[in-house]
C-alpha cells in the first residue's frame, strides 16, 4: 500500500469502495504545521466518470487497484450489450450501452487502438485511442473554392456524432476526429 506521497497521475486506486483514476495531483505545504504535505488529488470514477477531489496528507495509505487494460476491437452489439474481443487471447468482454454510451460516438467496426478496462477481472468501461477515422454521413453540399481555413459547417458522423468541419469536406469524405476535443482535424 503506497503513500498519498507516493502515488502519480494516471494510476487507479481504490477509495471509499470504488476504484478512482488520479487526473491531477496538486501538492501544498501548509504554512506554521508541524507535519507534512497535503496532496489534493482530482479522480475521476472509472465506472461512472463522476469526477471527485479529495485531499490526503503525505502519510495516509491509499490502495492501488487492481486494474488492466486489455487491447481490443468491437466485435458486434446484442440488443443493449455491446461485444469487445481482446485482440491478443480473443476474450470476449460484453459492456452495457448505459456504461459507454458517450464512447460508442467513436467507434466503429474498425477502430484501432482500443482498450477494455478490467477491475478484478471484470469489464467496467472503455479507452479510446486519442483521434479516430470516421466518414462524414451527412454534411451540406461542399463549396468549390472553400479553403482549409475558412469558415465551418456541421457534419453528422457515421456513429452520429456532430462536429464542425471546414467547408471543402463533403458526405462520404473519412476524417480525423480528435476523441477529448470532438474537434476536426484533418482528412484521413
Known sequence: M???SE???N???EYEGRVYFVKDIERSVPQGRAGGSLYRMRMYDVVT???LDETFKDSDM???ADLVRRPAMFSYADG???VFMDSEDFTQYMLNRSAIEEELLFITEDTQGLMVILVSETPVALDLPPTVELVVAETDPSIKGGSATARTKPARLSTGLVVQVPEHISTGDRI???VEE???LSRA
Open 2 to 4: 503506497p503513500k498519498a
Open 7 to 9: 502515488i502519480k497521475k
Open 11 to 13: 494510476q487507479a486506486i
Open 49 to 51: 466518470n463522476q469526477k
Open 62 to 64: 491509499l490502495n492501488l
Open 80 to 82: 443493449d450489450e455491446y
Open 176 to 178: 480525423k476526429v480528435n
Open 182 to 184: 470532438r474537434k476536426f
